[in-house]
Structure formats: structure tokens, C-alpha cells
């Protein structure tokens, strides 16, 4: 067996060498193309919700198995019985201005993914961040209240099936109307998916960061 991967191996370099690889068509602007296919200014946003968005499809399902495997994983542990935190007031303060910061950036970035830099993966991110600011200044126990009582566990499952419901209509063929290029409201189906990924990234942060705390006593 070991000499049929060496004789692969060999082949494939060989492969490399002598068949070169086709010159691409440079007269085709691919940035052109997907701003225009896509109607939205950021090319980045078109190609994951759109040119791969079978690919993004599975980002989402991998990221909701990860939050289940933290929770799977750390079910047998014994609770914390130390919860670190802030305690002094400026770190505190600090803390909660930049929660306040992410937090709108995350909105800023979810609302306008499609038009500038930015998107539902980085909103998500700045959500969480903001999710976990908070939560190293504040009881744990009104963080498990809070997200029980907003119904957070079953918002982020919500967002789950809104997206892949989405994502396969569009796979299939069908597209919202694109809309005036450069406007809030244009792309189609692209700004919703960003908002549905924002909440996902966001909760589903919420939930490992409240699993952490629980069982480790810090993030």
C-alpha cells in the first residue's frame, strides 16, 4: 500500500509539471460579474450567499453542530462552583461601552453586509462579543434568565431552517428582484440571509458562552 501512494504521489507531481494550467480570460472582470449577478455592491457577500452558497449552507449546519458538541461535551462536568467576573467599576464600565459598541457594529454589519465590508458571519461575531462583554460584568444567573426568557435557544434554531428554506428556494432558481444596485433595500435574498446568519452566530455564541461559565466558571 505504501508504494501505491509513493507512485501517486509521483504522478501527480509529474501531472504538475508538464500539463500546465489554463491561462484564465483576463479580459472578464470575475468582480464585474459577480456585482452584476448578484445586485449587490460587495462582491464578497455575492459569492458566499449566492456563487457558493451550497458551501454556506453547511458553514451554518457546522457551526450549530459545534454548539451542540459544547454542550454534549461538557454535560458530565461538574458545574463551577467560581464564576469569574469584573468587579471593580471601570473595568465594568470599560466592558459595557464596548458592548455597547459591538452590539451596534453588529447591526450596522448585518443591516448593510451587502453594501459595504461586513456581512452575517462578522455581524454574528461582533454580536457575540458584545453577548460576552456582557456577560463577565453581569450574574450569571440573569445571563440563563435573560436568554430563557427572550426564547434565544429557539430564535437561533428558527434562524437555522428561515436560511436553509431560503437557501435551497434560491439553489432551485428562485430570486427575489435585485433591486436598484447600491440601495438598502437590493440583492434580492442576500441581506436576509445575513440578518438570519447574524442571529445564528449571535445566539449560538450566547449559548457556548453560558455553557462555559456554567461548567468552567470563565470563557
Known amino acids: 500500500m505504501k508504494w501505491i501512494y509513493i507512485i501517486a504521489g509521483i504522478v501527480l507531481f509529474i501531472k504538475m509539471l508538464v500539463i500546465p494550467n489554463p491561462a484564465p480570460d483576463l479580459s472578464v472582470s470575475i468582480v464585474e460579474s459577480v456585482v452584476r449577478d448578484s445586485g ?3 462582491a464578497v457577500s455575492g459569492i458566499i450567499f449566492r456563487n457558493r452558497l451550497y458551501d454556506t449552507i ?9 454548539i451542540l458538541g459544547a454542550n454534549f461535551l461538557l454535560a ?33 454589519l448585518a443591516i ?28 450569571s444567573q440573569w445571563m440563563q434568565a ?5 426564547h434565544a435557544a429557539t430564535w437561533e434554531k428558527v434562524s437555522v431552517l428561515i436560511f436553509i428554506v431560503l437557501a435551497v428556494i434560491t439553489l432551485a432558481g ?8 447600491g440601495a438598502l433595500v437590493s440583492g434580492g435574498v442576500i441581506p436576509l440571509l445575513n440578518i438570519l446568519v447574524a442571529i445564528k452566530v449571535a445566539l449560538g455564541s450566547w449559548a457556548v458562552i453560558l455553557v462555559f461559565i456554567h461548567y468552567r466558571g470563565l470563557l
Open 40 to 42: 449587490v455592491p460587495n
Open 174 to 181: 428562485l430570486e427575489l428582484p435585485h433591486g436598484e444596485l
Open 76 to 108: 458530565d462536568e461538574r458545574p463551577s462552583c467560581t464564576i469569574y467576573q469584573f468587579t471593580d467599576q471601570p473595568s465594568i464600565v470599560l466592558a459595557r461601552l464596548g458592548a455597547t459598541i459591538a452590539a451596534l457594529v453588529g447591526i450596522e
Open 146 to 150: 435573560l436568554y430563557k426568557r427572550w
Open 112 to 139: 448593510r453586509g451587502h453594501l459595504s465590508p461586513g456581512g452575517g458571519f462578522a455581524a454574528g461575531v461582533a454580536g457575540g462579543t458584545a453577548i460576552g462583554l456582557v456577560a463577565i460584568t453581569s450574574s
Open 58 to 66: 453547511f458553514e451554518v449546519v457546522v457551526f450549530t453542530i459545534a
